[in-house]
């Protein structure tokens, strides 16, 4: 079993690097260390970070090894230099955060092939390994996004997602209520607000079978819905003024139509798929406008866990084995969200579709610890961000790796962003008469 585990670890941590590696070797090295947006760092800020990371944890906690580059450990804290800040930084050159990571991965392999995987909760199971492989990819994400907001030619390239396989049969579906298990205390690599599985319980309620796609955002915006403070909330009318929002970032009007820059690529939107970089803001309006709100986080992991025949609350929704490219729009295989119906096998027990990858999902939930929150290993993964300021989203991207996405995994951010790759999906009260 340990032997398969490192192995299994190692696999994990490869992944992670060899998409670090084409997300910065993709550009050059003006590229690499220009501030594409005040949101996002600059690139090679990103790569080393993830370095410096991994040799924190892996090199020097639990390998025990002397440190690599402790002088500059200041400089990739996150919580030391916003974002916006980090360009002034005196950073490692491209070349050198490229040599600095490659000699961590060794270290880190050598600790990998040494240390016990038990007997330590940080390393039980691979913990640890596997926290900083969905650290990686976390940031391999915001790298992805990063490349979103650049300006120039185009860089990446992925083939198309699938087509759709026919639109589910039902706008949206009963979920009958009760109480299910939320989160989780047997997933080894769920992150500590994953954490520990507890009994909620939903009331009935109905939730849309699909993403809000692009054509029903269309028809929002066309009846004014940009313009209406009816639908709006008073922080997020205030925002839509303060920021003067009229449509989904990286869209643009053509005659009649909408236009998106996806990737440096200038191109008629899609219909069919699921809408993308809208803020929670804009995606509690539309809801309104439609009638519906948008879910809690506990109704929508109730949609995408709980199976009724059984009563019990698998990983994923379509059962406990890992996600293949049959289930879900992960790990960047593709470039933007797949037609809504592109996944049948990934369909939950209710025939809701798409709950896992395609685009992250809004719900109407603060961020908040589960009862019996125990902050590990670090209280600034995710305590010091728990309040009303930060809102949940779920279900992962297209840019989201499998290893960083489960049924428990939890995501959050502030209710004004659009340059995340975050869409949703709607959900309303179902009334005494249709709850059966």
């Not at 979920?175 to 769920?190: D, I, K, R, Y």
Request: glycine share 8%.
């Amino acid at each position: 079993m340990t032997e398969a585990l490192r192995e299994q670890v190692a696999a994990q941590l490869r992944r992670a690097r060899d998409r670090s590696v084409g997300l910065t070797d993709a550009v050059d090295d003006d590229d690499l260390v220009r501030q594409h947006s005040r949101l996002m760092s600059p690139l090679v800020w990103d790569l080393a970070h993830i370095g410096n990371q991994e040799e924190l944890w892996l090199v020097r906690d639990v390998g025990g090894r002397e440190p690599v580059r402790s002088d500059i450990d200041e400089l990739y804290d996150a919580f030391q230099h916003p974002r916006a800040d980090r360009p002034r930084l005196p950073l490692l050159s491209p070349a050198e955060s490229r040599g600095y990571v490659r000699v961590v991965r060794d270290k880190v392999l050598d600790v990998l092939e040494r240390v016990p995987l038990e007997g330590r909760r940080l390393v039980d199971n691979g913990f640890a390994f596997g926290m900083i492989a969905q650290h990686e990819q976390q940031h391999d994400e915001t790298m992805l996004a990063t490349h979103q907001l650049r300006v120039g030619p185009p860089v990446l390239s992925a083939p198309p997602p699938p087509a759709a396989a026919g639109a589910p049969a039902r706008s949206e579906v009963l979920v009958p209520g009760g109480t299910f298990t939320m989160g989780t205390s047997t997933e080894p690599w769920a992150l500590d607000n994953e954490r520990p599985a507890h009994e909620v319980h939903v009331d009935p309620y109905f939730i849309d079978t699909a993403p809000v796609t692009n054509a029903g955002y269309a028809a929002f915006i066309a009846d004014g819905g940009y313009d209406d403070p009816r639908w709006w909330s008073e922080a997020g009318w205030a925002y839509r003024k303060h920021a003067d929002l009229t449509a989904p970032r990286f869209w643009q009007r053509d005659g009649d139509g909408w236009l998106r820059t996806r990737f440096g690529v200038v191109e008629p939107i899609r219909p069919d798929e699921p809408v993308v970089h809208v803020c929670q803001y804009e995606a509690s309006a539309y809801a309104a406008w439609a009638g519906k709100r948008l879910p809690t986080e506990a109704e929508w992991e109730m949609a995408a866990r709980f199976d009724p025949a059984t009563g019990r609350s698998r990983r994923f929704p379509w059962g406990d084995e890992d996600p293949g490219p049959e289930h879900a729009n992960l790990g960047q295989r593709h470039l933007h969200p797949a037609p809504v119906g592109a996944y049948p096998a990934g369909a939950s027990p209710l025939g809701v579709h798409q709950l896992i990858g395609d685009v992250w999902e809004w719900t109407s939930t603060d961020f908040t610890g589960y009862p019996g929150f125990v902050a590990f290993p670090y209280r600034e993964y995710s305590e010091v961000f728990f309040g009303s300021e930060y809102k949940v989203l779920r279900g992962g991207s297209f840019g989201t790796d499998p290893v960083a996405c489960r049924g428990t995994f939890r995501n959050w951010d502030y209710p004004i962003r659009r340059q995340i790759f975050a869409g949703f999906r709607c959900a309303r009260d179902a009334a005494p008469d249709e709850a059966g």
